[in-house]
Nanobody
Framework: QVQLVESGGGLVQAGGSLRLSCVASGSIRSVNAMGWYRQAPGKQRELVATITSGGSTTYADSVKGRFTISRDNAKNTVYLQMNSLKPEDTAVYYC???????????????WGQGTQVTVPS
């Protein structure tokens, strides 16, 4: 069984910064692409950023230049550095992996439980 556990959320004033972390655990051999998604109240979940195992990244237009995704493959961890936060960044942030290779075979599309980020207006 694979678990993704996010941390680092909280309340921050507009213009501030937060760093989210997501650790994958569970007899993991390797992890393919990982990503961060977010869901604001009353809205659909949306992609924020992704990173491949080789380090290639993509970002939503709304966060380009402000957010940076990175990963530590040795620790099975993905990070999201969020700078210049805005009220519209308020959401629950979820970690996702598209495929995790474990000792018992691949696990597809696991999700974390989410971490709340709140930027008051």
């Amino acid at each position: 069984q694979v678990q993704l556990v996010e941390s680092g959320g909280g309340l921050v004033q507009a213009g501030g910064s937060l760093r989210l972390s997501c650790v994958a655990s569970g007899s993991i051999r390797s992890v393919n692409a990982m990503g961060w998604y977010r869901q604001a109240p009353g809205k659909q979940r949306e992609l924020v950023a992704t990173i491949t195992s080789g380090g290639s990244t993509t970002y939503a237009d709304s966060v380009k230049g402000r957010f940076t995704i990175s990963r530590d493959n040795a620790k099975n961890t993905v990070y999201l550095q969020m700078n210049s936060l805005k009220p519209e960044d308020t959401a629950v942030y979820y970690c996702n992996a598209d495929r995790v290779f474990t000792g018992w075979g691949p696990v597809y599309n696991p999700w974390g439980q989410g971490t709340q980020v709140t930027v008051p207006s």
